[in-house]
């Protein structure tokens, strides 16, 4: 599949910039997959106004895809069928994307199967390259995106991801059929090697860029490039985000996104207000995500908001050493009642009843 053969009204949204959670694994207590609370969790981002699900990915567990396990097609093929008939039974259009992991013959196996299932893009890790060189990733890269419009993905290396230097970038950027690039480095200096490449490679109007710094969400939004080039400054924005952040409280996501979109279009000052928002982001993102343990709890964590909604049932990984950190728990009650502002839980309460129903 090419850019181009992307619904016209998907791509457009893409390319405003749209909120896309990267979608969590429903579990029973036995750590068997539960297609019920996943479809739960589909028809959830579609109400809540997402313009996408991205599934296969960090949030999803990468051990989907170990043999022993063997959920990756199971699941991809699930909720591609979930998005669908939800989002035709809502009158919408979702991007629907893929992550897709492994060298080079795995990640082809993936993209084949993806594709069959009618998924659109793929959220490119490139972990498994991490002691390749800079030409092995690129070819790797082009062997992707020869098959299917490519997501790039700057994964932080605390979670399993590589520093990729701006040379990598730059050559990246001129990659056909490369449609975004989600930037999760949790670094700003690494981040703005991104935006420089893009500006520097001419793809400032082909390559849409979507922050995935969970903890630097809103300054990332809000915040104009303007990139000195061979060819004059140019200027770029972040336009939306695929995150797992937003696979919580995603209804909340949604209307912060709209907000910020409205403040660029018209051309006002950045009210001071949401500077302080942005901290307040942060500081929940630190509840979810669990740095202070090294992010060991960050799955766990974002089950944990879930499981309070009744989306799903509780918080349990397909790794059983996966859990809530010490003092986790802790740390979600007061970021809810630090900031009832940033929750959804009004909004899920209404519709729960409805998305758990055939």
Not at 75 to 81: E, F
Not at 277 to 282: G, N
Not at 311 to 333: A, F, H, R
């Amino acid at each position: 599949m090419k850019i181009g053969n992307i619904d016209k009204e998907i791509l457009s949204n893409v390319r405003k910039g749209c909120v896309i959670p990267a979608m969590p694994l429903a579990l029973d207590g036995n750590r068997i997959f539960d297609p019920i609370c996943q479809r739960s969790l589909a028809r959830y981002y579609i109400d809540a106004g997402a313009g996408g699900i991205a599934v296969g990915v960090h949030s999803t567990q990468f051990e989907i895809r170990d043999p022993e396990i063997g959920l990756f097609e199971t699941v991809l093929s699930k909720v591609s069928d979930f998005i669908d008939e939800w989002s035709e039974k809502r009158e919408k259009k979702i991007f629907k994307v893929s992550g897709i992991c492994g060298k080079t013959p795995q990640a082809l196996k993936e993209t084949a199967f993806v594709l069959s299932k009618g998924y659109h893009a793929a959220l490119l890790s490139l972990s498994a390259l991490s002691n390749s060189s800079e030409d092995e990733m690129i070819e790797h890269v082009k062997a992707v995106a020869n098959e299917i419009p490519v997501i790039g993905f700057y994964l932080q290396p605390s979670v399993g991801g590589c520093a990729l230097p701006y040379s990598f970038w730059r050559r990246f950027a001129e990659i056909e059929n490369v449609i975004a690039i989600k930037m999760a480095p949790f670094n700003r200096y690494q981040t703005f090697d991104v935006v420089r490449a893009v500006c520097d490679a001419g793809k400032e109007s082909d390559i849409t860029l979507y922050t995935g710094n969970d903890d630097n969400i809103l300054i990332d939004l809000l915040t104009e490039y303007k990139v000195a080039t061979e060819k004059g400054t140019k200027k770029i924005r972040i336009k939306g985000g695929l995150l797992g952040h937003w696979c919580v409280w995603t209804q909340k996501a949604v209307s912060l996104l709209s907000e910020v979109h409205s403040v660029i279009s018209e051309g006002r000052a950045i009210p001071s207000e949401m500077l302080t928002r942005a901290a307040e982001i942060t500081d929940s993102n630190a509840a979810f995500f669990d740095p202070a343990h090294a992010f060991a709890g960050c799955i766990p964590g974002i089950h944990e908001i879930l499981r309070r909604q009744g989306l799903i049932k509780g918080t349990w990984c397909l790794n059983p050493k996966e859990v809530l950190s010490p003092g986790q728990s802790e740390e979600i009650d007061r970021v809810y009642r630090s900031y009832p502002h940033l929750h959804d839980d009004d909004f899920v309460k209404s519709y729960l009843n409805e998305w758990g129903r055939d």
